[in-house]
């Protein structure tokens, strides 16, 4: 049996569909609280980029393994008392709960925002697989944070730096 070390380190995932600004607002996340970051996206499999950057969505079996995947790297660093800050869509609440169950103390960072704004963020994108005709399906999956959950939903027409402090207050 693996021995928990108690800590305070922070372990957030910052949420959302794509184009909402994960990435951005992870790293900056992490570097404000001196923890990695993983981006989520690493995670992937090559079917399941493929299947995206052919413009289908992924369904729940597709996610299945990426969503374990994670929940390892999140069980690891609560068991060795290390922070850290993961990318991830989080769409759905299971998958959510799939992610909690490694650490009860994990928190998320809920990126949302009209969808006009998400679409010209993915439209000016360069070099990533997903394109932005996913965006609906996306959308229409998407649970937002329910008020039992542990975290917090931010605008992203705020800057950057603003959602990152706001993070950083809770």
Not at 37 to 50: K, P, Q, R, V, W
Not at 78 to 100: N, P
Not at 124 to 146: C, I, V
Request: proline fraction near 5%.
């Amino acid at each position: 049996m693996l021995k928990t070390v108690q800590t305070r380190q922070p372990r957030w995932v910052v949420m959302g569909v794509s184009g909402c600004g994960k990435s951005a607002i992870g790293r900056q996340l992490a570097q404000a609280f001196g923890v990695p970051f993983l981006e989520g996206d690493a995670y992937h499999s090559t079917a399941n980029i493929a299947k995206m950057a052919a413009g289908m969505p992924l369904t729940d079996t597709d996610r299945a393994d990426w969503l374990w995947t994670l929940h390892r790297e999140i069980r690891s660093a609560r068991i060795q008392g290390t922070g850290l800050v993961l990318s991830c869509s989080a769409l759905k609440r299971r998958y959510r709960d799939l992610l909690r169950s490694a650490d009860p103390e994990l928190r998320f960072a809920h990126l949302a925002g009209p969808r006009e704004l998400i679409a010209e963020r993915m439209a000016a994108r360069q070099g990533h697989y997903m394109p932005a005709t996913l965006l609906d399906s996306q959308l229409a999956t998407l649970e937002p944070l329910h008020d039992d959950e542990a975290g917090i939903v931010l605008d992203i027409s705020s800057p950057p730096a603003e959602l990152v402090q706001q993070i950083l207050k809770t």
